[in-house]
């Protein structure tokens, strides 16, 4: 038997394909080489699995359920949909899956704090409930622009015990965030992790997130032969870095026969600067220190992005999403503003479930393909998180439709 496909990527390099890699001023090289040995060494500790499994199940409510959304697919009239519940892991996301096991990481490296920048807070909050739980200080970076905007993120962060720092120059938002977090990383490793947010940054991140997220995959395989008595025929999930993607694909990339779908936002639409979908209209580029697949405008900087849901809101997408899409594994399909709202409150309206607008993403397209296929076959959905910190937006600007709508 071939080996199973997670050994065989990346390289040693951090390669998958052409993809990944790590692009860093010289300084960093060594801070993240000690980050890749320990990481290396912990990944067949008993004792740092064992700690691990134990968070996982008495801290973070882990296995999470696969429910059947019975009611949604008998709207669709087509393909059982099925739900793998990250929205109901602590803090109500996938996000959490890797950043206990990332501050856990800090901890055995013996640093005192950890360090990120967010965008919408959603990995603030994940990396400061970590970092609350292990007892590490946690510093988060955030534009000033997103700090108004994400007022209760912010709150959350700093009820948690984490310092929140402004990013004050240019835009005030994302990319100022890891400019102002890196900086700081720069004359702090000695004492610090910084803690990417998904299957993104230089190597070894892509690796060890993904890895951290495959636990998703191998609880829903497990579930749904179960549930089903055979594989899923779709395994589908939205895709921003793609963290929450590759962790539930991580399930099933040696099962040939099952497909695995990464959803994209299209936004507002396809022109540049309307929607966030890195695999579908991008090209091959370096951005964030790694090798992918990237949206950029004509000087070669990140091109501006949009999506109604700012966890996908990314101008690029981690290496292996871009290798494995390379290679045919996995395929892209697209999923709008419109669309993703029509799913959010179809899936709250039919399930009795709020979703993120990211996931609702995932959930649009689940929708779309359950049409189109005979009853016998079967959807498997990432649903990535809860969608409480999205309604008040979603009520403010798309009404609530009557039940029957
Ligand atoms: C952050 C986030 C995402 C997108 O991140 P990936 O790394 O692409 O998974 C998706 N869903 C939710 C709920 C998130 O918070």
Redesign the pocket.
Known sequence: MSKPYLETQPDKKGFFGKYGGAFLPPILEKPLAEIEEKYQQLKDDPVFIAELNSVRKHYQGRPTPISYAKNLSEYCGGAKIYLKREDLNHTG???LNHCMAEVMLAKYLGKKKVLAETGAG??GVALATAAAYFGLECEIHMGEVDIKKEHPNVVRMKILGATVVPATHGLKTLKEAVDSAFGVYMETYEDTLFCVG??VGPHPFPLMVRNFQSIVGFEAKEQFLELEEKLPNHVIA????????MGIFSGFIDDDEVVLTGVEPEGKGKKIGEHAASLTYGEEGIMHGFNSIMLTDEEGEPAPVHSIAS??NYPSVGPEQAYLNSIGRTQVALCNDDESIDAFYKLSQLEGIIP?L??AHAIAYAMKLAKTLPKDQTILVNL??RGDKDIDFVVENYPIPKHSE
């Open positions: 996301a996938h996000k959603q990995h998904s299957v939205c895709v921003g870095g793609g963290s929450n993607a966890g996908i993120a990211e996931s990535s998180g």
